[in-house]
């Protein structure tokens, strides 16, 4: 018989299963359970993007892409980044198309790491970056940032992680779980900073199409700060196209010549259908964008009152769809609170320790889920809090 805790590789079996998806995976055995844990849009993609789609259906003509991508996808991504940042990436050799934005910092850590180098993981953040790090080989060295800088990083930070092995800084921003985001005047410290080493950037910009009250800067558009960036983004988040998995790299020239061939014998291409319908999707909906944008904007006011209102102080985000309330008023931790809130009231969120130990003492909310769903989650969140607040006395 097989020992099969001999057979699998000790790597893997160190690497702890997603915090987010431990929660969903429960709240899908439930019955009557709002959930509010996974970012996906509530909204269909829209129908331009569709009938794109349909249309290559019809044709019958449905086959193996380039190994980078469709050229008409390139050049509109390419397009798409010189009109919102001013920077001209080529699309035959800076752009390459992925299987959403997962694979696209997958396949960007694994071509630059080598066994034993560091890369700094801004925290809060999304839960894949350490493991895709440690997976590629190298060290994961956490940066908190904290609710006194509206989370955002500062050089103070991360300048004292530094070591000769330090490869690469990842920057989350707009960031989830906590959407904060990064000014010019934020970014100019730390693009002086790196400018006098060889550290590079990878910075994940997904949420890039959904902020509030300003517009996002990229950290590409600061001077000599492309060369040294990977620049990743995708369509799940501001297009509604979570299913349709796609994301892309963008880079210099001699980075997307050796993370292509990880691509290309990984993966090979991305879905021929999504990406025709992806070129539609960056030329035609700025206008579809923006609505749900201000949507998002009306439940997040919604969920900061809310929570502030209900003792819970709540960070206002600028950027993403998530708030991140701090629970540590009610003395229990991050993964006891969203456990019992689970079981007790049917609410599914996320603690935040998921998101690095920074993020301990705090959970997340998305809302990309109707009002009516948040508002009933807030009357239920309410009653538990009373509950907790009745067993103290």
Known sequence: MIDYDKVLSNKIKNIKPSGIRKFFDIAGTMENVISLGVGEPDFSTPWVIRK?????????????????????LRNAISRRIKKKHGIEYHPQDEIIVTVGGSEAIDIALRGLIDPGDEVLVVEPCFVCYAPLVELAGGVPVSVPTRIENNFKLTVEDFSDKVTDRTKLIILPFPNNPTGAVMTREDLEPIAEFLRDTNIMVLSDEIYSELTYGRKHFSIIELEDMAERTIYVNGFSKAYAMTGWRLGYVAAPAPIISQISKIHQYGIMCSPYISQNAAVEALDSCDSEIAKMAEEYNIRRKFLVTEFNRLGLSCFNPEGAFYVFPCIKSTGLTSEEFCERLLYEEKVAAVPGSAFGESGEGYMRISYAYSLKHLMEAMKRIEKFLEKLEAEKK
């Open 52 to 72: 794109a789609a349909i249309q290559v259906l019809e044709r019958k003509h449905i086959v193996y892409g380039p190994n980078k991508g469709i050229e008409p």
